[in-house]
């Protein structure tokens, strides 16, 4: 009879000789989740028609039957009392994406000014839903247009200082900024990055726009710029590494669990954090799957793993680990799948890379909001969507929105004065329009009464 002991290293020999489940064959239902999506829909708010069809009505107000009534004249794709509740409606500005490519156009020409015929030859490019002039009509204190005949288009006032306050922010994070890119290419395989990728990428990670010239020389121990990036960052220029820093090779993850050691005095392993959302359930087979793999060692995103099997549970460890920490790195704590995917040869990410956000739903989240699917990091968002811990750099995008929000309620303002004074127009012609009818009503009348009498004294004439 076998001791307890060996009977279990025999159970343990067995299990090893089994064939292993793969994961592609496991099945992971999507389900969505209100207050995430919520958080996407936060940077897509509700359309201007929706917006005008409330601040235009008298005292700004409109009972909530009538808007219903009009949301196929608004183009509005849902039923409006749905869009109330998962978007913010007193915001009234356009993607956070949209407007910054359209000031950056003229912050980017010599002298910081463009033609405007040239700013809407570009309308395409920058994929401004609506014409040039409409849109700064719509936001005038983002930029302004000099007098015909050549007009000009220039920033406002508002924009010039929030550039002065962008730079004394990139200027004060700088550490931030280079700690981010040199993990960035820490986790590459080469060590190395294309500059067009980066550049594509830039605002999720928060660099600024002239991240070449304003941010890696000053780092010179920690980036080299191979090649000509050209103009507009889209040449065949490297970003490379240069030195390796320990220091920075620590995951988010790694600093966590150091962060605990420093306040319990006992260093957790470090682990992903799971929290299903409320109401989420995974079956046995995967339940039991996850359980195994979560007591699996955990793989750095910065470290050698070329001898690993692809398709073994650790791949999938090393996998997640570099989707958490690249994810972990961006301003919001979300990106969109598709600028993950231009780093799959960088970082060794198969072309199926996206299911693993959907295998793992207590890690990661994907929203289909906006025609486009984001990952995010669900351990970053609170229950109502919010974020956690903010990033610094993330400010920048709250002011500029909070510029945009300013100019539209302006353009807003004038736009119903100007409907009133339309309304009291229409209304004092219209009461005018009635005096006139009633004078000569009442003149046909006494000319009826004149008419009357003369018909008397005639008759009484021909008597």
Not at 99 to 118: C, I
Not at 292 to 310: F, I, K, M, N, R
Not at 369 to 395: C, F, H, Q, S, W
Not at 414 to 424: C, D, N, P, S, T
Request: a positive charge.
């Amino acid at each position: 009879m076998l001791l307890p002991a060996a009977a279990a290293a025999g159970v343990r020999r067995l299990l090893s000789l089994c064939p292993v489940r793969r994961i592609s064959s496991l099945k992971v239902p999507w389900r969505r989740d209100a207050a995430l999506d919520a958080a996407i829909l936060r940077d897509r708010p509700p359309p201007p028609r929706l917006v005008r069809e409330v601040l235009l009505s008298p005292g700004r107000r409109l009972l909530l039957r009538y808007l219903c009534k009009r949301r196929q004249r608004i183009r509005l794709p849902v039923l409006v009392p749905t869009f109330l509740r998962r978007s913010d409606p007193s915001s009234s500005s356009p993607s956070a994406s949209t407007a910054p490519r359209l000031v950056r156009e003229v912050l980017l020409s010599p002298g910081r000014r463009l033609l405007l015929r040239y700013l809407c030859k570009r309308r395409q490019r920058i994929r401004l839903p609506v014409l040039v002039p409409t849109f700064l009509r719509r936001y005038p204190t983002l930029l302004s247009v000099s007098p015909p005949p050549s007009p000009f288009a220039y920033p406002s006032p508002p924009p010039r200082s929030f550039l002065e306050s962008a730079e004394r922010l990139h200027e004060l994070h700088s550490p931030l900024l280079a700690s981010k890119l040199a993990k960035l290419l820490m986790i590459s395989y080469t060590r190395a990055l294309p500059v067009a990728k980066v550049a594509a990428a830039k605002r999720d990670f928060g660099f600024p726009d002239d991240f070449l010239t304003s941010l890696v020389p000053r780092y010179p121990h920690l980036f080299r710029l191979v090649g000509d990036p050209g103009p507009d960052a889209s040449g065949d220029a490297f970003l490379e590494l240069v030195s390796w820093d320990d220091r920075l090779a620590k995951s988010a993850i790694e600093l966590r669990a150091d962060k605990e050691a420093d306040v319990v005095g006992i260093r957790p392993r470090p682990n992903f954090a799971v929290r299903l959302p409320r109401g989420f359930y995974l079956k046995k087979p995967m339940r039991e799957w996850v359980r195994d793999w979560l007591e699996l060692p955990y793989v750095s995103p910065y470290a050698d793993t070329s001898g690993l099997h692809q398709a073994s549970p650790e791949a999938e460890k090393r996998l997640i680990g570099v989707l958490h920490e690249v994810l972990s790195l961006s301003v919001e704590r979300r990106m969109a799948v598709p600028i993950i995917g231009k780093f799959c040869d960088e970082f060794r990410l198969s072309n199926a890379f996206s299911n693993a956000f959907t295998r793992h739903p207590g890690i990661f989240y994907i929203s289909l909001k906006g025609g486009i699917k984001t990952a995010i990091l669900r351990e970053a968002y609170d229950e109502n969507g919010e974020l956690v811990d903010k990033d610094p750099m993330i400010e920048l995008k709250e002011r500029f929105v909070a510029i945009m929000d300013e100019g539209h309620r302006e353009y807003l303002e004038e736009l119903r004065k100007k409907r009133e004074e339309l309304e009291k127009q229409r209304l004092h012609e219209a009461h005018r329009g009635a005096k006139v009818q009633t004078g000569i009503k009442d003149q046909m009348e006494e000319e009826d009464i004149d008419w009357s009498d003369e018909d008397d004294d005639s008759e009484g004439e021909a008597l």
